[in-house]
């Protein structure tokens, strides 16, 4: 069953904030620019019922607003169908042949470098070749890109935030 929720009803700053994450998410995709973006957080900010939020999204995809704090009048809608089972953990799909030898060859120069030096039979500056190419193997297809993401996402909450409250405060709230 999908709920559709009444527009008359009253939202809540739990609500506001959904939209302005489900707005972020918007820009992130490139759907809006942070001009529009801007403007509809305001709007966002300045919505009273669900009527208005749903104005505000009416021209965008999914997401929208989550509303799932006020029961709701129930209408029956289609199953879902069964999505695909869920795969075991491996390298990632999109990874090239590439990135699949780095990621297993630099663990076998490191236990090889390691048992070198530990031998005696080289010194302890061949450490650094180990070193370089774990670095360069980050560096090109490492996991620091989903953390900037997730960063700029962060800060993204942030300043919807403060302009939220900078435009609760100029209304006088």
């Known amino acids: 069953m999908t709920e559709v929720p009444s527009p008359q009803l009253r939202i809540s700053d739990q ?8 707005l972020g998410e918007h820009m992130t995709a490139g759907r809006i620019d942070i001009d529009e973006y801007g403007e509809r957080s305001a709007r966002i900010t300045a919505a009273k019922t669900r009527g208005e939020l749903g104005e505000i999204f009416a021209d965008l995809p999914a997401p929208h607003p989550q509303y799932d704090d006020v029961p709701k009048v129930a209408v029956t809608a289609p199953e879902p169908a069964a999505g695909p089972a869920p795969r075991p953990a491996a390298a990632p799909d999109g990874w090239s042949s590439s990135q699949r030898f780095v990621a297993a060859f630099i663990p076998l120069v490191w236990i090889a470098t390691i048992a070198l030096i530990a031998s005696g039979v080289v010194t302890g500056t061949l450490i650094l070749i180990p ?43």
Not at 15 to 22: M, Q
């Open 131 to 173: 070193i370089g190419l774990s670095v360069f193997g980050r560096a090109m297809w490492g996991h620091g890109h989903h953390h900037d993401r997730r960063d700029r996402h962060l800060r993204d909450r942030e300043r919807r935030r403060e302009l939220r409250d900078s435009y609760r405060r100029e209304m006088g709230r």
């Open 15 to 22: 609500n506001r904030e959904s939209a302005l994450s489900a």
